[in-house]
Nanobody
Framework: QVQLVVFGGGLVQGGGSLRLSCAAS????????MTWYRQAPGKQRELFAG???????NYADSVKGRFTISKDNAKKTGYLQMNNLKPEDTAVYYC???????????????WGQGTQVTVSS
């Protein structure tokens, strides 16, 4: 099964920005829908952003206006641009996507390994 690899986490001051990338571990035909989740210590994993195969985006109220989800079909990579970060955004961030791996076959669902984002006050 194709894995997703997440890049771009780290430590940032409140008000700062980070961009996460989510790419397949090997060559694929393309990405259909992609979603981003995060899990803060002691809390359940939260779905907060998604993009459909056609590019329609949706956001949780907690990130709306600050985060932008996108995908580059040529690079087979998804992105999460996070601006005006707040300490409450501190969490491990995961991507999930439906990947077109083989022609004429159903897309495969895959998770990224998670990356830590820490926002200091």
């Amino acid at each position: 099964q194709v894995q997703l690899v997440v890049f771009g986490g780290g430590l940032v001051q409140g008000g700062g920005s980070l961009r996460l990338s989510c790419a397949a571990s090997r060559t694929i035909l393309g990405i259909n829908a992609m979603t981003w989740y995060r899990q803060a210590p002691g809390k359940q994993r939260e779905l907060f952003a998604g993009i459909t195969a056609s590019g329609t985006t949706n956001y949780a109220d907690s990130v709306k206006g600050r985060f932008t989800i996108s995908k580059d079909n040529a690079k087979k990579t998804g992105y999460l641009q996070m601006n005006n970060l707040k300490p409450e955004d501190t969490a491990v961030y995961y991507c999930n996507a439906d990947l077109r791996v083989f022609a004429f076959r159903k897309a495969e669902n895959s998770w990224g390994q998670g990356t830590q984002v820490t926002v200091s006050s």
